[in-house]
C-alpha cells in the first residue's frame, strides 16, 4: 500500500509538471500589449516581433521567473519519464527532491503571474495588482509553511520513533516501552500516517 501511494505521488508529479511546463511555455507568446508587427510604427530601440513592454521591469521580472519555472519543470518531466527507480528508499529520496523543485516552479509561477499583474492593471490601477500581490503572497506563504511544517513534523516523528525502536532492540528485557508499543505497532502506526515528503 505505500509503495503504490508513492507511485501515486510519482505520477500525480509527472502530471502537474506537465501543465506547469505548458502553462508557462504558452504565458511567454502570449503576452498582454502584443508584439510590434508594424515595420512603419517601430520605436526607436525597438524590433520586429518584440513585445511591446519587454524594456518594463515587471515584464522582465516575468520572464526570467517564467523561464526558470519552465525548465524546472521540464527537468522533472525528463527525469520522471527517463529514470526508474525500484528501491522504495530511492524512490523516496528522488519524489523528496522532485516535490521541493515543484515546490519552487509553483512559486516562481506565482511570482511571474504577479509582475504580470502590475502591467496589465496599468498605473492607475496599480492598488488591484498590490492587492492581488497581497493575498497570492499570503496563500503561498501560509501552503508553503504549513507544507514545510508537515515535513518537519514528520520527520521529527519518524526519527523519535527511530530511536523508539533502537532503545527497545537493544535490550535484552522487556522495557516499558516495549510493552506499550511493540515494532509492529510502530511499523503499522507509521504508514497509517500522512506522508509528507
Known amino acids: 500500500m ?21 502553462v508557462t511555455f504558452a504565458a511567454i507568446f502570449t503576452v498582454p500589449g502584443q508584439y510590434v508587427d508594424d515595420m512603419n510604427s517601430i520605436s526607436r530601440g ?3 516581433g518584440e513585445a511591446n513592454i519587454a524594456p518594463k521591469a515587471p515584464f522582465i521580472v516575468f520572464f ?12 522533472v518531466v525528463v527525469v520522471q519519464t527517463s529514470v526508474v527507480v525500484i528501491e522504495s528508499k530511492a524512490k523516496k529520496q528522488l519524489m523528496a527532491i522532485i516535490n521541493k ?17 502590475f502591467i496589465v492593471v496599468g498605473k492607475h490601477e496599480k492598488w488591484l495588482a498590490i492587492s492581488v500581490t497581497i493575498i497570492g503572497t499570503s496563500i503561498m506563504v501560509t501552503t508553503l509553511g504549513t507544507m514545510c511544517y ?9 526519527a523519535n520513533m ?12 522487556l522495557s516499558l516501552s516495549m510493552s506499550i508499543m511493540s515494532d509492529t505497532d510502530i511499523l503499522n502506526n507509521e504508514y497509517k500516517k500522512m506522508y509528507a515528503i
Do not use: P, Y
Open 2 to 22: 505505500h509503495a503504490e501511494g508513492l507511485n501515486n505521488a510519482i505520477n500525480s508529479t509527472t502530471v502537474v509538471a506537465v501543465l506547469i511546463a505548458t
Open 46 to 48: 525597438q524590433s520586429l
Open 64 to 75: 526570467i521567473f517564467d523561464s526558470i519555472a519552465l525548465f524546472i519543470s521540464l527537468a
Open 101 to 117: 523543485l515543484m515546490w519552487i516552479a509553483c512559486a516562481l509561477v506565482s511570482v511571474a503571474f504577479l509582475a504580470l499583474a
Open 150 to 158: 508537515w515535513v518537519i513534523k514528520h520527520r521529527i516523528e519518524a
Open 162 to 173: 527511530r530511536s523508539i525502536r533502537r532503545t527497545s532492540l537493544g535490550s535484552r528485557s
